[in-house]
T-cell receptor, first 113, second 115 residues
Framework: GQQLNQSPQSMFIQEGEDVSMNCTSSSIFNTWLWYKQDPGEGPVLLIALYKAGELTSNGRLTAQFGITRKDSFLNISASIPSDVGIYFCAGPYSGGGADGLTFGKGTHLIIQP | DAGVTQSPTHLIKTRGQQVTLRCSPKSGHDTVSWYQQALGQGPQFIFQYYEEEERQRGNFPDRFSGHQFPNYSSELNVNALLLGDSALYLC??????????????FGEGSWLTVV
């Protein structure tokens, strides 16, 4: 499967700050997905991207499909306490469009009071 | 509308034993995938089932096997358990297709501890 490198590994921020994280792949992807996982739960899909250069928003979250098709970015604006959790990027396991997924190792977001 | 349901939620097994985990997909979904998530890691793809057949497989040994039933539910079986098999096992259901990404829903997982 593809290798995904996600950074940063963890982030300590103040409430109200903006957050940026990214994900790079060793190969070209035709789909990028961003998930959030809370403790004791399965990952929940935040944003799905299907086209190079695509910029998609979901409330305070915005994600972009890099034009090289080897990277993607997730931004969270004006963070709030419920944003705490682990954020994962994911793409098709074998590079196709209807596959199982390969995940990054996650970015752990911690919000300091 | 029920989402993805998994059972059991927690279980403890001994090395060498066998375990079966179960998954019911979201209503209307026809594809089930299984993932292993070790502590502090992202989920690792085990395999995917569609039309009762294994459609794709990740880098897992043959000790990991599965099954999909006509009602689309699925089982994950792990034989000869090792300590390293201790993990959260996640089931995901989806609709097969080129934009299947936004149809993928995960269950809450089954926590397996091997002692």
């Amino acid at each position: 499967g593809q290798q995904l490198n996600q950074s940063p590994q963890s982030m300590f921020i103040q409430e109200g700050e903006d957050v940026s994280m990214n994900c790079t792949s060793s190969s070209i992807f035709n789909t990028w997905l961003w998930y959030k996982q809370d403790p004791g739960e399965g990952p929940v899909l935040l944003i799905a991207l299907y086209k190079a250069g695509e910029l998609t928003s979901n409330g305070r979250l915005t994600a972009q499909f890099g034009i090289t098709r080897k990277d993607s970015f997730l931004n969270i604006s004006a963070s709030i306490p419920s944003d705490v959790g682990i954020y994962f990027c994911a793409g098709p396991y074998s590079g196709g469009g209807a596959d199982g997924l390969t995940f990054g190792k996650g970015t752990h977001l911690i919000i300091q009071p | 509308d029920a989402g993805v349901t998994q059972s059991p939620t927690h279980l403890i097994k001994t090395r060498g034993q066998q375990v079966t985990l179960r998954c019911s997909p979201k209503s209307g979904h026809d594809t089930v995938s299984w993932y292993q998530q070790a502590l502090g890691q992202g989920p690792q793809f085990i395999f995917q089932y569609y039309e009762e057949e294994e459609r794709q497989r990740g880098n897992f040994p043959d000790r990991f096997s599965g099954h999909q039933f006509p009602n689309y539910s699925s089982e994950l079986n792990v034989n000869a358990l090792l300590l390293g098999d201790s993990a959260l096992y996640l089931c995901a259901s989806s609709l097969l297709g080129p934009t299947s990404g936004n149809t993928i829903y995960f269950g809450e997982g089954s926590w397996l501890t091997v002692v």
